[in-house]
């Protein structure tokens, strides 16, 4: 899902432009200004119009007039190519020089209009999808421009006839040479035609394949009836010649043997000799001489029968035995037998005729798909033939008809009339001088950025630098919430926002700055605060002011000394409201007496605010870097550390004198107010390496006068109305996008708390009614700590996974939006490591609240039990 938020470029770009809107509404406004000046006083321009209707070209639509279809499409596809071809002629070097020609046309200089300057005050428009074309001609005189398009038309028109002519005297003789070719070619392939149906003898080739198709399946139809005749005459053979035991062949054999009258007497004398012999048995026995003699006459019977078969059968063998069995009823199987053979030798005779037939009618019927393709391409080549032919005889009646120099494919829709209103110079006109000064501003601000060597923002600042972010300070010079009686003040001298409008936004910031050094504590000692900058006007002393007065209303016991012996200036800015010429406040007497006189330090303080005491600068030395680095310097501060809880030390500029970094190396820290936009590279560079080679504990950065509008992140969570409607309390309006430092807001306003840090003497002489109270406020405190505690791990949870997204984002961006990326993951880092130090330090003020609580507690108990 898509982000609703701007992309991260944008807010980059948006950036640079606030930062530089001054500049660029500056630019905006004069090259706007000029431009519609200049546009303002150029001459009036005139449009005359003109519009000609076309019809597509004659010539062409003689080519298609006899196709519908084909007119269609050559119109829908050439329409724009024709109006186009006619906007090239019209404003073509001949129509145009012969247009001026006859206007005879003069500029002001009395010099003739070129080619080139009608054509650019020319202008050809089609009217949307339509046949419509219109002539535009602007001139400062409204007649010239008029007659300009009217003689253009003439002179168009009277082009268009002439080439309409030429046109029709070329398309005729092109025509007479195609129209032999178009008739032989015609004849030819009547020819073709004819020949194919004369050799195939295939009139017509679909009517001949149904005819083709009909006898086939009648004769298959046939030849499967006769195969099943066939089929059964041979199953009847067979059969029979299984009963005979023998062929048709031997079948016809034996029934000649059987039939001779010859073979008949001789059996039926073998059969007398056979049943004499059964008698002769029949009336004595076996050895009887007659029974022998008639076995003798049989024998030689058998010998004499068989003879007379073989003879009679020839090659065939025939045996006596196959003969006496052969009776009238084998005789009539043979018989019928034979028929059967003769009608399958028929039916076979029949089925070898039909198949002659049928290969004759197939092979008619393969060479039909072939014949009639040839005789289709070539009828088609006929139809297109004939089309060309009375196509060209049309062309050619068409072509007399163009001829008449009356006709034209174009009609003056309507005449150019004289205008007058001017065209130019128009609403747009003055548009594009806006649009100048916009470019102009665009590059004028982009000119800015790439040519500024400041530290534009706080996350240019914080890179450069390297330190951990302390505090951001907005900008209040904006703001006008001065009571009735600070109006006659000086508006450069410092306020003390804190004192004065302690609910607003930059009083909570403050607050903030002071909880975050209060949290350095928990690592080691911080007692001293060098309070310095880079350069001149970075706000170091309103910092200083304010964050000393932040940690009075804490509770905390605080010195504020004016370490500035080169300019001075807490004691203005501490000097009462409404009565500075009788202001008690001294200079004179201060930080450098104490010094070089060796003055008690208790003459010099000062008391500004309740627990906040000045020591100011004291009478200016000539060389205050000498002064600062003598001994009698740390005794001092080491004093200053035994009687106050934070000493707070404004001091010069890094740039302007070495004060700072020798009252860094005795001092426990410095804190650095960086100004962004107003700190020159060169200037921090310079500033960076002093703290670095004087081995200075720098704390941290405070970002002082920051413009809420152009910063990038939400570091700021209130923001002040520019004119409150109560002014002596400044209505907030509250952005709570988180609530981690409007929780340790809270902790800071400890002005009314009881006193807990107490000694254990002190403890047991306090009374019951006061050590109750103590441990009312420290329960009360240790819950909203606890609060605070668990809103904060929430906190630190929600920004981890909003670090681990923005890491996966950067493994998957792009090199071009990688580096804003890397940026916004490198800021949300370092928030994320900032909370996670915050919420160390505060477990560890919620165990010592909770030790603390206990104590407390058992000294209740005890006393309240005695």
Known sequence: MKSSQPSIRENHYWRIIKRHRFLGTTVLILVSALGIILTAQRNPVYEAQAKLKFRSS?????????????????????????????????????????????????????????????????????????????????????????????????????????????????????????????????????????????????????????????????????????????????????????????????????????????????????????????????????????????????????????????????????????????????????????????????????????????????????????????????????????????????????????????????????????????????????????????LAATLIIALAEITDPSLKTIEEAKKFFGYPWLGIIPDTERLQLLNPEQLELDPSLPRVIVRDYPAVSASESYRMLQSNIKFLITYKELKTIVVTSSVFQEGKSTVAANLACAMAQAGHKVLLVDGNLHHPIQHRIWEPIGDREVSSLRRDRGLSNIITEKVDTRQVIQEIFPKLHLISSGIIPPSPATLLDSPRMKDVMDDWRKSYDFVIIDTPALDLAADAPILGRIADGVLLVVKPDNLNRSKASFAKEILLRSGQNVLGIVFNKINTQVEPKNYFYHVLEERPEDPSQPRLIEQSREELWLAISRMSRESQKPKVDLTPEEILATPVGELQKIVNYLQQDLEELTQLVREQEEELFMQSQMVKKLQKKVNLSRDIDRSFLEQQLAQEQEHKNMLNATLIGQRRNLEKKQQMLRQYRQALTAKQTQ
Do not use: C
């Open 58 to 438: 004659s010539f062409n639509s003689f080519l298609t007039d006899n196709n519908q279809l084909i007119n269609r499409l050559y119109r829908l596809i050439n329409q724009d190519n024709f109006i186009n071809t006619e906007i090239e002629v019209i404003s073509s070097r001949p129509l145009i020089e012969k247009t001026i020609t006859s206007l005879n046309q003069e500029t002001e200089t009395a010099q003739p209009i070129d080619v080139e300057t009608f054509r650019n005050n020319l202008k050809l428009k089609r009217v949307g999808y339509t046949n419509i074309l219109q002539i535009k001609y602007q001139d400062t005189d409204p007649v010239q421009g008029t007659e300009a398009v009217n003689q253009l038309i003439v002179n168009y028109l009277a082009h268009n006839i002439a080439f309409n002519q030429e046109e029709a005297k070329a398309r005729e003789q092109l025509i007479q040479e195609q129209l032999p070719q178009v008739e032989q070619k015609l004849q030819q392939t009547e020819k073709a035609i004819r020949k194919i149906q004369e050799e195939t003898k295939i009139l017509a080739p679909q009517e001949e394949a149904m005819i083709l198709a009909t006898n086939l399946g009648v004769l298959q139809q046939k030849i499967a009836e006769l195969q099943g005749q066939i089929a059964n005459v041979n199953v009847q053979s067979a059969y029979i010649r299984n009963k005979l035991g023998m062929d048709s062949k031997w079948a016809m054999v034996a029934t000649t043997v059987s039939q001779s009258s010859e073979i008949q007497e001789a059996l039926r004398q073998l059969q007398q000799l056979e049943s004499q012999l059964a008698e002769a048995r029949n009336r004595g026995p076996e050895a009887n001489p007659l029974i022998t003699k008639l076995k003798d006459k049989i024998a030689l019977q058998k010998q004499l029968l068989q003879q007379k078969i073989q003879n009679l059968a020839g090659s065939q063998e025939i045996k006596l035995s196959q003969i006496r069995k052969f009776g009238s009823i084998q005789q009539n199987l043979t018989v019928e037998l034979v028929k059967l053979e003769a009608s399958s030798l028929g039916l076979k005779q029949q089925i070898t005729y039909l198949l002659g037939l049928e290969k004759a009618q197939q092979k008619k019927a393969n060479l039909l798909p072939q014949v009639l393709q040839q005789l289709q391409q070539l009828k088609r080549q006929l139809a297109f033939s004939q089309a060309d032919y009375e196509s060209l005889l049309q062309q050619i009646r068409s072509v007399e008809v163009m001829k008449n120099p009356s006709l034209s494919n174009v009609r003056v829709v309507s005449y150019a009339t004289v205008p007058k209103k001017p065209v130019r110079p128009n609403y747009i006109d003055y548009l594009a001088s806006v649009g100048l000064g916009l």
